[in-house]
């Protein structure tokens, strides 16, 4: 019970803080969904869920723009000028005038003072090993967002899960008070009326008098714990707080046996998330050796151009006439030396796919360790829910058996009350093994990557 009222709290603080950041709804909304329902409604709401799609369908463009680098590339320029002052060059004028001595200098005007120049300019790679390389690692990087939309599927489906369980749990909790709140009310209004005969004492009936107030007290406390559980489920499910969602799934349909199936396979490591998404940046990381290899190999693009000008002194005619030209040719760039710059990015590279592959090594470890971990304690949460019922039984029995001594006048009115704290006892018990068995059996599908 320490457990779950602690649990309360903190979903009360969790469903305080959604409520007050949400806006009030126009319209409430009613649903009856089953755990497979409020999981697929989850997918399809949960901010985390939705928000990691979206990085998705980013990361498509981002491929998309990877490759139209390598696509032709085309632009147009236009210009349009207006001198107002030529620019002056001097000219040796016995180049021209045989008869002016050698050396004398004449300023000459260049240009015309109205032009405009418009051209096309088109470049096409031809062979970039960088652009190769970052082709292959866009879909890689698409790969990695992928696997993150898949990781926050699976944590939605965790937290939606664990909250559906905890609202049954609560339910069940409450059945159990309901019935035991009936018991007790049928023995205080007779141990009431024995003592208005004189059969019974007064300390009997207040001792049976505080025991029901105590359990009145838990089931009001259980009912607004159940209230907020439920708030909880709709925060981890993106649903509004406020609509109305009743659940369809009963606790007697979860099979408990199947969890521990399949749980010798040693390379369930696989199907982890967290080992794919570490695979995924191991890739990246290899590509990024690639990009760095390739910076050492020539580069080949070619170009083209066409335009054409148009000069004249009188800006009323200067689109009389047109001078076109075009052009068309290759770049080749070899790099000779760069200061061992690339040397050393490769050497970088290197030693980030090793520190990658101890990542590997250590989370397969890790993965491990945490499996063995969830199989023995949802072994253990089993036994103790096997107990804890064969006690909760056994408690029902007992507070049977004293009832039927103390009215046939051979058992203690205190040994009916102590009956009936240990069987309330049993009962929480009961109900906090029931939830550490859920919880636990959710973990270990968690620990085996079964859930997707």
């Given at each position: 019970?320490?457990?779950?009222?602690?649990?309360?709290?903190?979903f009360?603080?969790?469903?305080?803080?959604?409520?007050?950041?949400?806006?009030?709804?126009?319209?409430?909304?009613?649903?009856?969904f089953?755990?497979?329902?409020?999981?697929?409604?989850?997918?399809?709401?949960?901010?985390?869920?939705?928000?990691?799609?979206?990085?998705?369908?980013?990361?498509?463009?981002?491929?998309?723009?990877?490759?139209?680098?390598?696509?032709?590339?085309?632009?147009?320029?236009?210009?349009?000028?207006?001198?107002?002052?030529?620019?002056?060059?001097?000219?040796?004028v016995?180049?021209?005038?045989?008869?002016?001595?050698?050396?004398?200098?004449?300023?000459?005007?260049?240009?015309?003072n109205?032009?405009t120049?418009?051209?096309?300019?088109?470049t096409?790679?031809?062979?970039?090993?960088?652009?190769?390389?970052?082709?292959?690692?866009?879909?890689?990087?698409?790969?990695?967002?992928?696997?993150?939309l898949?990781?926050?599927?699976?944590?939605?489906?965790?937290?939606?899960?664990?909250?559906?369980?905890?609202?049954?749990?609560s339910?069940?909790?409450?059945?159990?008070?309901?019935?035991?709140?009936?018991?007790?009310k049928?023995q205080?209004?007779?141990?009431?009326?024995?003592?208005?005969?004189?059969?019974?004492?007064?300390?009997?009936?207040?001792?049976?008098?505080?025991?029901?107030?105590?359990?009145?007290?838990?089931?009001?406390?259980?009912?607004?714990?159940?209230?907020?559980?439920?708030?909880?489920?709709?925060?981890?499910?993106g649903?509004?707080?406020?609509?109305?969602?009743?659940?369809?799934?009963k606790?007697?349909?979860?099979?408990?046996?199947?969890?521990?199936?399949?749980?010798s396979?040693?390379?369930?490591?696989?199907?982890?998330?967290?080992?794919?998404?570490?695979?995924t940046?191991?890739?990246?990381?290899?590509?990024?050796?690639?990009?760095?290899?390739s910076?050492?190999?020539?580069?080949?693009?070619?170009?083209?151009?066409?335009?054409?000008?148009?000069?004249?002194?009188?800006?009323?005619?200067l689109?009389?006439?047109?001078?076109?030209?075009?052009?068309?040719?290759?770049?080749?760039?070899?790099?000779?030396?760069?200061?061992?710059?690339?040397l050393?990015?490769?050497?970088?590279?290197?030693?980030?796919?090793?520190?990658?592959?101890?990542?590997?090594?250590?989370?397969?470890?890790?993965?491990?360790?945490?499996?063995?971990?969830?199989?023995?304690?949802?072994?253990?949460?089993?036994q103790?829910?096997?107990?804890?019922?064969e006690?909760?039984?056994?408690?029902?029995?007992?507070?049977?058996v004293?009832?039927?001594?103390y009215?046939?006048?051979?058992?203690?009115?205190?040994?009916?009350?102590?009956?009936?704290?240990?069987?309330?006892?049993?009962?929480?018990?009961?109900?906090?093994?029931?939830?550490?068995?859920?919880?636990?059996?959710?973990?270990?599908?968690?620990?085996?990557?079964?859930?997707q």
């Open positions: 019970m320490r457990k779950l009222f602690f649990a309360g709290i903190l009360c603080a969790i469903a305080a803080k959604s409520y007050a950041q949400q806006a009030p709804p126009d319209t409430v909304h009613t649903h009856s089953s755990l497979a329902e409020c999981i697929s409604y989850a997918y399809q709401h949960q901010d985390s869920v939705v928000n990691a799609g979206l990085d998705v369908k980013s990361a498509e463009y981002k491929v998309k723009e990877t490759i139209g680098q390598g696509l032709p590339q085309i632009s147009g320029t236009a210009q349009f000028q207006d001198y107002l002052k030529l620019p002056v060059t001097l000219v040796d016995s180049s021209f005038e045989p008869n002016v001595p050698k050396g004398t200098l004449a300023p000459f005007k260049l240009g015309l109205y032009q120049t418009a051209a096309l300019n088109l096409q790679k031809i062979f970039d090993g960088s652009y190769l390389v970052g082709v292959k690692a866009s879909k890689t990087y698409k790969e990695l967002y992928q696997r993150s898949t990781r926050s599927r699976i944590e939605t489906n965790v937290n939606v899960t664990k909250a559906y369980y905890q609202v049954l749990v339910n069940e909790q409450i059945k159990l008070l309901d019935a035991n709140i009936k018991q007790l049928q205080l209004d007779q141990t009431t009326a024995e003592n208005k005969q004189g059969l019974a004492e007064l300390i009997d009936v207040q001792r049976l008098t505080v025991q029901y107030n105590n359990l009145v007290t838990s089931r009001d406390n259980t009912i607004r714990l159940l209230e907020l559980n439920n708030e909880l489920l709709k925060f981890q499910m649903m509004s707080i406020t609509d109305m969602l009743t659940l369809t799934d606790l007697e349909i979860i099979d408990f046996n199947d969890a521990l199936a399949n749980t396979d040693t390379s369930f490591y696989h199907n982890r998330i967290e080992y794919n998404l570490l695979e940046q191991m890739k990246l990381n290899e590509y990024d050796l690639q990009n760095k290899k910076q050492y190999l020539p580069t080949l693009s070619g170009f083209a151009n066409y335009g054409t000008s148009f000069q004249n002194n009188n800006f009323g005619s689109y009389t006439a047109n001078y076109p030209s075009s052009y068309i040719g290759l770049t080749l760039n070899v790099p000779i030396f760069t200061g061992f710059q690339h050393n990015q490769v050497r970088e590279s290197k030693i980030a796919i090793i520190k990658s592959e101890n990542d590997l090594f250590n989370l397969r470890n890790g993965i491990g360790l945490q499996a063995n971990k969830a199989r023995i304690t949802y072994i253990n949460g089993l103790s829910l096997k107990s804890q019922k006690n909760m039984a056994l408690a029902q029995e007992v507070l049977r004293t009832k039927i001594k009215s046939q006048g051979v058992g203690s009115s205190i040994e009916v009350t102590q009956a009936q704290t240990d069987l309330d006892s049993a009962d929480n018990s009961y109900i906090q093994s029931l939830y550490d068995a859920l919880v636990s059996k959710v973990d270990l599908d968690q620990a085996y990557g079964r859930i």
